[in-house]
């Protein structure tokens, strides 16, 4: 199975428990973010997951959940458009450290969060459902003093 864009039901306000991060692009005087990011719009899923045990997680996945393999993009710190990653919602100024780390630890399979590029999840709602309904974003983060 190859995996799609579809929203996310977990970001919707009121009740989402997730939110859109915005890693910030380059400016003319300052660099971006220079993170990664896993690129799941198009990865390749595996159906036959659904219900098992699987390395790396605790629990058995749901006869609802799959495993899904994603194309990793990583984040040039001199582009102009920056990225989105999801993360905790209510939104948490600590989870920015994820927009400059290419891998989340130094293991083998190290995990890195979904995201694209800055806009692409709303105009991808947008195209294939009509509109855009209200969802937690975290923007940017807070410029350090």
């Given at each position: 199975?190859?995996?799609?864009?579809?929203?996310?039901?977990?970001?919707?306000?009121?009740?989402?428990?997730?939110?859109?991060?915005t890693c910030?692009?380059?400016?003319?005087?300052q660099p971006?973010?220079?993170?990664?990011?896993?690129?799941?719009?198009?990865?390749?899923?595996?159906?036959?997951?659904?219900?098992?045990?699987?390395?790396?997680?605790?629990?058995?996945?749901?006869?609802?959940?799959?495993?899904?393999?994603?194309?990793?993009?990583?984040?040039?710190?001199?582009?102009?458009?920056?990225?989105?990653?999801?993360?905790?919602?209510?939104?948490?100024?600590?989870?920015?450290?994820?927009?400059?780390?290419?891998?989340?630890?130094?293991?083998?399979?190290?995990?890195?969060?979904?995201?694209?590029?800055?806009?692409?999840?709303?105009?991808?709602?947008?195209?294939?459902?009509?509109?855009?309904?209200?969802?937690?974003?975290?923007?940017?983060?807070?410029?350090?003093?």
């Open positions: 199975m190859v995996s799609t864009y579809s929203l996310p039901p977990q970001v919707l306000k009121p009740h989402g428990d997730m939110a859109s991060y910030p692009g380059a400016t003319p005087t971006g973010s220079d993170g990664a990011y896993a690129q799941c719009d198009g990865g390749i899923c595996f159906k036959n997951t659904q219900g098992k045990s699987f390395p790396g997680f605790d629990e058995p996945l749901a006869k609802d959940e799959i495993i899904c393999s994603c194309p990793i993009t990583v984040q040039s710190a001199q582009s102009p458009v920056g990225y989105q990653i999801a993360g905790p919602y209510p939104c948490q100024q600590s989870f920015y450290d994820n927009c400059k780390k290419t891998t989340a630890n130094t293991n083998t399979g190290s995990t890195l969060y979904i995201g694209a590029p800055t806009g692409t999840g709303r105009l991808l709602t947008f195209l294939l459902y009509g509109t855009n309904p209200p969802a937690f974003d975290c923007g940017p983060p807070a410029a350090s003093p």
